[in-house]
């Protein structure tokens, strides 16, 4: 007998060894058997980026190592997960090899043929906006804002981003940690790094409205791209005080 670790993880992250090695260890610890960890990363590292596949330490003489086995997204075939691959990868495919919009509506026909949930189906539309546009995803998924903001997923991914943001803000001794939620969720969406995360940063911060704040982290989540994010965040305040929308509408 022995336990199986998966971490999922959207982009890379150079600390995940040393995350593989306590998750593991406290795995082992409580439940008193051999661990075997899997990262399964869904998007490519940054160019000449190397992914790790263990923890290796070593501190006067002594030598800490665990190894782990990589699975890369973007290496499986679409199509084969489609067909004959684990119901729970279908959401995924859209971020493999071979991915169309016919490998869309091939892993649509397959959760409902299979028994998916629609969360499963919300999972694989979320996921299709790396690679198609919004219109594009509607003619295929029963992707409709209404619904979408009402499923216990979404409204988990909202609720972790806000709890992150609070707790960096706690940090760093801020009244709100909206903002920083909306940047967390950037950052992994659309992998904003470096002086493009300083200038957005720093354009959220002179956002005071909390319900605007709100508004745009549901954008950030929801955007098919970084400069449609970026037309919400440069559109003016409606009558009502709420900031502009991504142009995701419903028909």
Do not use: C
């Amino acid at each position: 007998h022995f336990l199986l670790l998966v971490e999922l993880q959207l982009r890379y992250d150079e600390n995940m060894p040393r995350r593989v090695e306590a998750y593991s260890a406290l795995a082992e610890e409580k439940y008193r058997l051999p661990v075997y960890p899997i990262v399964f990363y869904l998007l490519p590292p940054p160019s000449g980026v190397q992914l790790l596949e263990r923890y290796y330490q070593e501190l006067r003489g002594l030598v800490a190592r665990r190894d782990f086995r990589v699975v890369k997204a973007w290496e499986m075939d679409a199509n084969e997960v489609v067909e004959r691959g684990p119901l729970a990868l279908i959401p995924l495919t859209p971020l493999m090899r071979g991915a169309d919009e016919q490998t869309v509506r091939e892993g649509v026909r397959a959760l409902r043929e299979r028994g998916g949930e629609e969360e499963m189906e919300v999972a694989l539309a979320l996921f299709a906006s790396f690679m198609m546009d919004a219109d594009q995803i509607r003619r295929i998924v029963r992707w409709e804002m209404a619904t979408l903001r009402e499923s216990p997923w979404y409204q988990q991914i909202i609720s972790e981003g806000i709890q992150i943001g609070r707790r960096e803000g706690r940090r760093e001794g801020r009244k709100d940690g909206l903002a920083e939620a909306l940047l967390q969720m950037l950052r992994v969406r659309f992998g904003v790094r470096g002086q493009e995360y300083d200038m957005l940063s720093a354009r959220i911060q002179r956002v005071k409205d909390p319900n605007v704040l709100r508004r745009l982290l549901v954008d950030a989540l929801v955007a098919e791209s970084l400069e449609a994010f970026l037309a919400a965040l440069d559109a003016p305040p409606s009558s009502s005080g709420r900031g502009g929308q991504v142009s995701y509408s419903t028909p």
